[in-house]
């Protein structure tokens, strides 16, 4: 399965973005998905999952209250609606397709990855 990840651009802290990932190659609805985001000099961390069904979510403690991910799995789309931006969430936002491990928050829990979005935050 192909991912791409669009929607990145920059915003003011406080506002809100919506990130986009559009699957192709296969139907997604057989695979949990993930969104991770790398800042500079960081390594990638886990944001937001969801089960492939939608029925099951988690997030990461540095963006739970702020985040929302969705899908829509007719469209073979994932979704990642945030608000009350802060500048730390500045990054490179990924969208990652996994069909081996429920609830999964680790990087190496995914078999596919998009390429990122940029999403910059200023203060």
């Known amino acids: 399965v192909q991912l791409q990840a669009s929607g990145g651009g920059l915003v003011q802290a406080g506002g809100s973005l919506t990130l986009s990932c559009a699957a192709s190659?296969?139907?997604?609805?057989?695979?949990?998905m993930g969104w991770f985001r790398q800042a500079p000099g960081k390594e990638r961390e886990f944001v937001a999952y969801?089960?492939?069904?939608?029925?099951?979510?988690t997030y990461a403690n540095s963006v739970k209250g702020r985040v929302t991910i969705s899908r829509e799995n007719d469209k073979n789309m994932v979704y990642l609606k945030m608000n009350s931006l802060k500048p730390e969430d500045t990054a490179v936002y990924y969208c990652?397709?996994?069909?081996?491990?429920?609830?999964?928050?680790?990087?190496?829990?995914?078999?596919?990855w998009g390429l990122g979005t940029l999403v910059t935050v200023s203060s």
């Open positions: 969801i089960s492939s069904s939608g029925d099951s979510t």
């Open positions: 990652a397709a996994t069909s081996l491990t429920k609830w999964a928050t680790k990087a190496s829990d995914y078999d596919y």
């Open positions: 190659g296969r139907r997604i609805g057989s695979y949990d």
